[in-house]
């Protein structure tokens, strides 16, 4: 008798301790796959881009100046005396206006639409075309070249990387989570607290009526007389 009733105690602690260890993970992991971030992963790499796309064009302009007789003289030549046909500043003033616009635009205020880059790319486009046909920039070595090019082919990149890659990509975890969320206003009990022990309860055995089983079948002829009468 006391190893059944000793039996029963430990199927109840072990109901009991796996309903507290198995809900609480259930609980754990729903509010991970709920919480939602306030910049996707693809977005900030986006940022990232615009940022190196500013950074990598500064660095090429600093190595022109460099290049044509030094910082100090070139820097005078081409921003206080600027010449649109010979001077490189606007290109880099290029870089500066698509990098404060998209990070306004895709960081700060975190647009979901592509008007904004659709503008600076168009920008860039129409004025470095512009400027490559008008100007004396290709008469002026590798650089006149190189830096028309370079901004022309960042700027393009920026936007396949928001059209194809943030824009899709952010659309598809707002279904998930959306639907994440439905679910779980669905089904409210999948958190539910650790079970109690009255789920469990099993009533105390009868020590009379334990002992009246073992008598009976050690022995089966009361058992039997017991039932005539």
């Not at 996707?40 to 044509?68: A, G, M, P, Q």
């Not at 979901?112 to 880059?117: D, L, Q």
């Not at 309860?201 to 079948?217: I, N, Q, T």
Request: hydrophobic letters at 45%; proline letters at 3%; one cysteine or more.
């Amino acid at each position: 008798m006391d190893s059944r009733c000793s039996s029963s105690a430990d199927s109840r602690l072990t109901a009991r301790g796996m309903g507290s260890v198995n809900t609480t993970p259930i609980c754990a992991r729903s509010y991970e796959v709920g919480e939602k971030k306030c910049i996707s992963d693809v977005r900030r790499t986006f940022c990232l881009f615009v940022t190196f796309d500013l950074l990598f064009i500064t660095l090429l302009w600093i190595i022109e100046l460099n290049v044509n007789g030094g910082i100090q003289q070139q820097l005078d030549k081409e921003i206080l005396h600027y010449d649109y046909h010979a001077s490189f500043f606007d290109i880099f003033l290029l870089a500066v206006f698509r990098f404060a616009a998209l990070i306004l635009a895709y960081a700060v205020c975190k647009l979901r639409h592509w008007w904004a880059i659709a503008i600076t790319t168009a920008v860039s486009c129409a004025f470095l075309i512009i400027k490559v046909i008008l100007s004396k920039l290709l008469s002026q070595g590798a650089f006149g070249y190189l830096l028309p090019i370079v901004s022309f082919v960042l700027a393009w990149i920026e936007t396949w990387l928001l059209d194809f890659k943030v824009l899709p990509q952010e659309a598809e975890d707002e279904n998930r989570y959306q639907s994440f969320v439905d679910a779980t206003q669905r089904a409210p009990l999948m958190c539910a607290g650790p079970l109690s022990d009255g789920q469990f309860y099993s009533p105390p055995e009868s020590v009379a009526d334990s002992d009246e089983d073992l008598d009976d079948k050690h022995d089966p002829e009361i058992g039997l007389i017991q039932q005539v009468t």
